[in-house]
Each structure stands twice: as structure tokens, then as C-alpha cells.
């Protein structure tokens, strides 16, 4: 098998490491940098992001704030914070939150030095060069958008997602602390627990896989499903907190170099056009999508079963995904994740646009099973309709 693996990212993880980001800083940026800190309302009414600042300041660097950030990241945001890049000559960029200020601030780190608009890139108008360094401080344990090179952005007028995609967006550094996501609220926590869990089942199983990902994927699946449910229960426990950002951290390594797939596709047609949560929308997807994925290559579903503890290893295989993909769904339902038909707002009548939406994704032709915007059709009304038994 011919595959690349790429990780230029330095890692730091530990409890109380975020105290570290201004000695960090100095390793990636001039003295007298201008640095722009990419954060969302949410976590800066947290206040986790004035200590970070004020570190910044008592280190004698220049900070610029933004956090104009939605749940789903728009292009007018993205550009909103490539002007103030540019107004501010900023010349790097730190990301605190969850995955959308982290692929905003990806997104601010390509446009800031350029220019442009996010989807000339991805249509190949515009080079991937020069982007600032960017480093990241997840406060959740969901994306792993802090070791990946991709950041998904929503078009606010067409309401279609697309992934500006390539190792230049790679963050230089990455500061994994768990006593930031203490304060994660639970609704939070399960939605991006199951993110991380949707990234390494996709990034396992798709088309796009290798032997790296798989490594770290099949890792991911065993730590998720054993500490999710831990810290949904119990927010405080420092020790599980800490394993859900080593399982979302390894997910991440797992599809940052290989791809999402179907679950993604779906998840980010829903968000695109209700604004759902990224993991909420994943969750609800995904035990149908495996349901469906599960007849192209029952031995590869059957294998993901027994990692996460979901089927016997004496199982046949074809008993073992049948367990997988009702256990699945019970995985999800015990987390409290809405059904699609729960999701305010959603309509029958626009399944057809979050078909054809899911289908034009880029990350269509990685699923392992091929599939096809009539399949998309069917799982959606399947989500919304039949439970699975």
C-alpha cells in the first residue's frame, strides 16, 4: 500500500500546560510578533482565555483579539478576521476553543498573509502559501482540529460546507490541557466526544486509510468508548477528561491524514443549513450510515466491534456488526443525543437539498461503501423515520 503520513505538530499535554503557551510562542515567532487570539464567546465568558492573554502580555507580546465565531464557522467571519489580521499586521495566530475558532484561526492564517476568499483556495485559484503559524489550545475533546490540516467553513450564502485542505494549515503546536475542559458543559462534552469517535471510525474505514491511521484510530475507538460516559457523568473527573482529549488527540492523527467520510458528509449538509452542532449532527448520522457502510465490508466493521467492546472477539462477523450497529446507536441515545426529527427547525422537505449537499462533499468518494445521493436520500429519511432495531 503507497500512503503519506504527515505530523509537524508538536504536542504538550499535561494538566495546567496551558501556562506554557507564551514560552511556546517565542519557539515559532519573533520578538514584537503581533499575535492574534481566535476564540468564540462562549469560551471567552468561560474565562479561559483572558489568563492566556494576560500571560501574552506579562511575556511582552502584542495581542489582538477575535472572536466573532459562530458553532459553524462562516466565510464572512473568516474574512472579518483576515481584515483585522492584516489592519493589526499580526504574524501569528493562537486558536483557544473548541474546533470552530480552531479552523477560523486556520482559515485567518491562510487569508491574513494573502488574501482572497476561502473558496478560491479550495478550487485551486489560489496557491496554499504563506500561512502564519497557528498554535492551538482545544478546550474540548472533540475535533482534533489541533493536528489536522483541514478547516471546514460554511458559505453563508450558499450555505454549502467546504474544507480548505493542505499541510501549510497543520498547526505548529498544539497545548492539549484538560483542566480547560472541566467547564465543558455536558451536552457539550458527549456531542464532541462523538465527533472524535466519528473521526476515527472514518478514518479508519475509508478509502483514503493507511496503516498509521489505523493505529491510531483503532486506539481512538477504545478510549472514547470507555471514557465518554465517564465524564458525560462526571465532568470533574480530571483523570477520564484527560483520556477524552488523548482519544479525540489520536482520532484527529488518525483521519488528518486520510479523510472523513459519509457520517461527515451528512453531518455537515445538516449543520449547513440549521446550524445543528457538528457532533450532534454526526451522532444522529451515525449508526445508519454504518448500518450501510457495514454490507460493502462486513470483516472491517466486524474488526472496529471488537475494539470498542461492542462485539465478542469469537463473534462471527456478520453477528458482531449486528451488534455493532445496534449498540451504536444505543452508545449514542445514552449520551442524550437528539433524533433528526428532535432537531428544531428540521423539514422533510429539504432532505433532497442535504442529499445533494452531501453528495458534492469532498469526502463522498473516501466512503468505504459507494454511495450515492438517492443512498443519502434513503439514510436521511431512515434517521428521521425508523429507528434502528
Known amino acids: 500500500m503507497n500512503f503519506d503520513y504527515y505530523c509537524q505538530t508538536k504536542i504538550v499535554m499535561g494538566p495546567g500546560r496551558v501556562r506554557e503557551v507564551p514560552d511556546l510562542l517565542s519557539e515559532v515567532a519573533v520578538d514584537g510578533a503581533v499575535v492574534m487570539v481566535v476564540s468564540d464567546r462562549g469560551v471567552k465568558e468561560a474565562g479561559i482565555v483572558e489568563p492566556v492573554i494576560n500571560s501574552l502580555k506579562n511575556a511582552r507580546c502584542e ?20 481584515e483585522v489580521f492584516q489592519k493589526e499586521k499580526a504574524s501569528v495566530v493562537i486558536a483557544i476553543g473548541g474546533g470552530s475558532p480552531i479552523d477560523t484561526a486556520k482559515a485567518i492564517a491562510l487569508l491574513g498573509p494573502n488574501g482572497g476568499r476561502p473558496e478560491e483556495y479550495v478550487e485551486g485559484k489560489r496557491a496554499y502559501v504563506n500561512a502564519a503559524p497557528i498554535l492551538c489550545v482545544p478546550t474540548t475533546a472533540g475535533t482534533g482540529s489541533e493536528v489536522t490540516r483541514s478547516s471546514v467553513i460554511t458559505l453563508a450564502d450558499s450555505h454549502r460546507k467546504i474544507t ?45 486509510t493507511n496503516p498509521v491511521s489505523q493505529a491510531m484510530g483503532a486506539r481512538a475507538m477504545e478510549v472514547i468508548v470507555q471514557h465518554l460516559p465517564q465524564v458525560f457523568e462526571d465532568g470533574e473527573d480530571l483523570e477520564a477528561r484527560a483520556k477524552m482529549q488523548e482519544g479525540s488527540l489520536l482520532a484527529g492523527l488518525c483521519f488528518g ?16 443549513l440549521y446550524d445543528t452542532p457538528h457532533g450532534v449532527a454526526n451522532a444522529i448520522f451515525l449508526p445508519h450510515v454504518m448500518e450501510f457502510n457495514a454490507q460493502e465490508n462486513v470483516p472491517l466493521h466486524a474488526e472496529m466491534a471488537r475494539f470498542m467492546k461492542m462485539a465478542e472477539n469469537n463473534d462471527p462477523d456478520e453477528e458482531a456488526v449486528e451488534k455493532f450497529v445496534r449498540q451504536i446507536d444505543a452508545f449514542t441515545k445514552q449520551l442524550d443525543i437528539p433524533l433528526l426529527s428532535e432537531i428544531p427547525s428540521v423539514q422533510e422537505e429539504d432532505f433532497e437539498r442535504m442529499a445533494e449537499l452531501a453528495e458534492r462533499n469532498n469526502s463522498t468518494p473516501s466512503n468505504v461503501r459507494s454511495i450515492t445521493k438517492e443512498d443519502y436520500l434513503q439514510i436521511l429519511n431512515a434517521a428521521y423515520k425508523s429507528p434502528i432495531l
Not at 63 to 82: I, Y
Open 63 to 82: 495581542v489582538v483579539e477575535f472572536n466573532q465565531v459562530s458553532q459553524n464557522p462562516r466565510d464572512t467571519e473568516c474574512l472579518m478576521g483576515a
Open 164 to 208: 480548505l485542505k493542505h499541510a501549510m494549515l497543520r498547526p505548529v503546536t498544539a497545548v492539549l490541557d484538560p483542566e480547560l475542559t472541566l467547564s465543558v458543559p455536558k451536552a457539550v462534552t458527549a456531542a464532541t466526544g462523538v465527533d472524535a469517535l466519528v473521526h476515527a471510525i472514518e478514518g479508519y474505514s475509508c478509502k483514503g
Open 257 to 272: 491524514s486520510a479523510d472523513v467520510a459519509a457520517v461527515h458528509c451528512l453531518a455537515e449538509a445538516l449543520g449547513s
